[in-house]
């Protein structure tokens, strides 16, 4: 029994452990002095128990990001981490705490086609058929988007796509954290491949969405495209 009751002990003790050392994700404006100093202090410790899960997540407290740049000036290594986790970006910060992010353009670079981009947000007098492709093409959707104000974390897309009322294809992709910069973010998209047949052939109606951890969405897009014959 006394071995019995010791191992217990050890195994309370190394679960406490375990859950002491957790490190909450650096990918909000929060203490970034902190943040670092917590990875740092951690670094050697992370257990089984550290993966992250969706279920009930509560994405932390913004802080403005000015402010975390400001802070802890007189600390050179700190403040040179900071510049080069978010690059020289204090002159375009006000102080605002919640992260803006603009989309300028979606375009489709597929093989053999010429690229199709356009520009954001759609002119009312222009088509919503974005784009058209040939039956069993491969594809890309290319973006180029900006973030201002502060970190913008888990920025996530969904598309869903109908034909004739009905859906036919549903995707969900995360994207990153990304931090403001001077020059717009230019990213693809997951490689996707038309249907073929004849009917796959036709004009489909689409919804792509996207939000951040926070559920704000930055842009939903209504838009069309056709599928031709190759």
Request: hydrophobic share 30%.
């Amino acid at each position: 029994m006394e071995g019995g009751g010791q191992r217990r002990m050890e195994a309370e003790s190394s679960s406490s452990s375990a859950a002491s050392s957790r490190v909450d994700p650096p990918a909000r404006s929060r203490d970034l002095g902190e943040e670092e100093n917590k990875v740092e202090e951690n670094d050697d410790e992370v257990t089984g128990d550290e993966e992250a899960t969706d279920d009930g997540f509560v994405p932390s407290q913004l802080f403005p990001l000015k402010d975390q740049l400001e802070k802890d000036k007189e600390d050179e290594s700190l403040r040179r981490w900071k510049e080069k986790l978010l690059g020289h970006v204090d002159e375009h910060l006000n102080g605002q705490i919640e992260p803006e992010v603009i989309f300028h353009s979606i375009g489709v670079i597929s093989e053999g086609c010429s690229d199709v981009i356009t520009f954001l947000p759609v002119a009312e007098n222009q088509s919503r058929v974005l784009f058209t492709l040939k039956e069993g093409s491969k594809y890309h959707f290319k973006l180029s988007f900006s973030v201002k104000h502060n970190i913008v974390s888990g920025l996530t897309y969904s598309n869903i796509v109908w034909k004739r009322g009905l859906k036919v294809d549903q995707s969900k992709e995360m994207l990153g954290t990304f931090a403001p910069q001077c020059d717009p973010y230019e990213h693809l998209l997951e490689e996707e491949t038309t249907p073929s047949g004849v009917l796959a052939r036709g004009i489909y109606s689409a919804k792509l969405k996207f939000e951040d951890d926070d559920k704000k969405c930055h842009l939903e897009l209504d838009y069309s495209f056709e599928i031709k014959k190759r």
